[in-house]
């Protein structure tokens, strides 16, 4: 057996399901072959409305449901045997490996310059001291009224750092709730710390996407953005998710992500750390996404920063203190476009509060308030800055 991802493209489909108790027996067999997942969408959606309506077949098991916007469709197990005819079926848009791997951006364990940093209207004149916590960070606003869905290694959500802010919200790994990689968390300390935080009283929701070892899948992501749209949609409010996460080109990632924005939710993704170009890796080339470079303390490129056209602002992202996981109180110096993500993340959350402006709106407000080119190495790209 394989298992698969169905994504249906519009919201106008016809499905005719088989016994589902049929599924599940077969599925019990045995002597059944290796489940292996994969992701299937709708190719043409006017072909299933009006010229052929989808049927499914009774040897496949729903896993999960899929609903993101106007992306439709079905975790599936099936059987291997069908695979290669279900790819070139008329009826689905693209077919994935959900089992494809998703991973942490890798970073450097040696970090707050970054946050006085985004404070500055113009480019610095006195090197930082990177191990010196006493410079100044001024902010308007602290985001209590956002919430900020962090899909990753999960978080320890009884750091001090949270202040009781932080919750859990879903897991979809076989490790468990909680975070025992440190990264999750040192992300979500970024987003939202007392400290080392931009937005010092946001809400953060942990959605573990990511095992205890920093790897997902395909499959364990959409599960969390699909999780994270139906909190939305049933609850409406101001949300934004850190996708502080890389993996190779996707489209069920990609097109998730894009029907996460038309929802009204802000999707702000790191660009990942190979020094390659970004529109080579998912999330960070979905078009629904702001995607984040990293800089370092004398305003250069990090070194392992991802670049090219997909990246559109750059943050701080080298030697950055924030909360990790192995006790309450615990801080680490980490490096990565990981880190870089969640700045922006927080400044969205800082704009977005207290307002009505749509998630295109704190996106632009973000942009227009940055300065422009003043990273070397990203000459033609915005860094990012709070008033």
Request: hydrophobic share 40%; proline share 3%; with cysteine.
């Amino acid at each position: 057996m394989q298992k698969i991802i169905l994504i249906f493209s519009a919201l106008l489909f016809k499905v005719i399901l088989s016994d589902a108790s049929k599924s599940a027996s077969n599925t019990q067999n045995s002597n059944k072959p290796k489940l292996i997942k994969r992701v299937i969408t709708i190719l043409d959606t006017e072909y299933i409305k009006i010229k052929s309506p989808f049927i499914m077949p009774a040897s496949w098991a729903v896993e999960n449901t899929i609903d993101i916007g106007d992306t439709h469709g079905y975790i599936l197990e099936i059987p291997s045997s069908t695979f290669e005819a279900i790819k070139k079926d008329k009826h689905f848009k693209y077919v994935e490996d959900a089992d494809m791997e998703m991973r942490i951006c890798d970073i450097q364990t040696d970090a707050g310059w970054n946050l006085n940093r985004v404070n500055l209207k113009k480019a610095f004149t006195t090197p930082y001291n990177i191990n010196l916590f006493a410079y100044t960070y001024s902010y308007s606003k602290k985001g209590s009224d956002v919430n900020v869905y962090i899909l990753d290694t999960g978080i320890h959500t009884t750091h001090e750092e949270f202040e009781g802010r932080a919750s859990v919200g879903a897991t979809f790994t076989n490790d468990g709730a909680g975070d025992r990689n440190n990264h999750g968390t040192h992300v979500a300390g970024i987003v939202g710390g007392k400290k080392y935080g931009v937005a010092k009283n946001v809400n953060l929701i942990d959605v573990k996407v990511l095992n205890d070892r920093g790897i997902g899948s395909i499959g364990s992501v959409i599960n969390g953005l699909n999780w994270v749209a139906t909190q939305v949609t049933n609850n409406p409010q101001k949300a934004i998710v850190n996708l502080s996460i890389v993996g190779e080109i996707s489209q069920a990632i990609n097109t998730a992500v894009n029907s996460l924005f038309t929802l009204g939710i802000i999707v702000v993704a790191a660009a990942g750390n190979f020094n390659q170009d970004a529109c080579n890796f998912s999330p960070a080339s979905a078009s629904g996404a702001m995607t984040v470079g990293a800089s370092t303390a004398t305003d250069t490129k990090y070194a392992f920063s991802n670049y090219g056209n997909c990246v559109g602002i750059i943050a701080p992202g080298e030697n950055i203190m924030s909360a990790i996981s192995t006790s309450n109180s615990s801080t680490s110096i980490f490096s990565g476009t990981s880190m870089a993500a969640p700045h922006v993340s927080g400044a969205s959350a800082i704009e977005w509060s207290g307002t009505n402006l749509t998630p295109g709106r704190v996106m632009y407000n973000i942009i227009t308030k940055s300065f422009f080119g003043v990273i070397s190495g990203f000459e033609s790209k915005w860094f990012l800055h709070i008033e």
